[in-house]
């Protein structure tokens, strides 16, 4: 068994945060291409504002989340940030400390080893609209 390290990265737009989008076939596909049949997947989300994490993706679960991250740090309260920045966002990156820009899957039989309902996600916790950039590396043996 020889060890492999794999590394690519993919983009998504997301609309003002927090928003969420469903990237487990890009995680996926890049598990597929990198010819590791059992080990692991490093994800990072690239940004202050923008996290990881995993959820049943549909649309109830998912609003139910979008509510959660509003109720954790408001939009409407006072942040340090924006004395410094007056940019509007210091919420946005509270949310996304508080979630976590990195994700861990275990990759078992050349796939990413989730349940059944539980699918990767990458959030936009900014208030505006952003490309994100998610840098990926898988590790372990063919």
């Known amino acids: 068994m020889a060890m492999h390290v794999y590394t690519a990265s993919f983009e998504v737009s997301l609309k003002v945060g927090p928003d969420i989008a469903d990237i487990s076939g890009s ?3 890049i598990v597929a291409a990198s ?11 690239i940004g202050s504002t923008a996290s990881l994490s995993t959820i049943e993706y549909e649309p109830g679960a998912v609003e139910d ?3 959660a991250i509003t109720r954790l740090a408001p939009p409407d ?9 007056h940019d509007g966002n210091g919420h946005s990156h509270v949310q996304a400390a508080l979630l976590n820009p990195g994700l861990v899957l ?4 050349g796939r990413i ?8 996600i ?21």
């Open 27 to 29: 995680l996926a596909k």
């Open 35 to 45: 010819g590791v049949r059992t080990g692991t997947l490093n994800a990072t989300a």
């Open 65 to 67: 989340l979008k509510a």
């Open 77 to 85: 309260m006072r942040y340090a940030h924006e004395e410094a920045w």
């Open 106 to 109: 275990p990759v078992r039989d």
């Open 113 to 120: 080893h989730t349940g059944t309902w539980q699918q990767a």
């Open 122 to 142: 990458l959030i936009n916790h900014d208030n505006r609209p952003r490309r994100r950039s998610v840098d990926v590396t898988v590790i372990g043996t063919d």
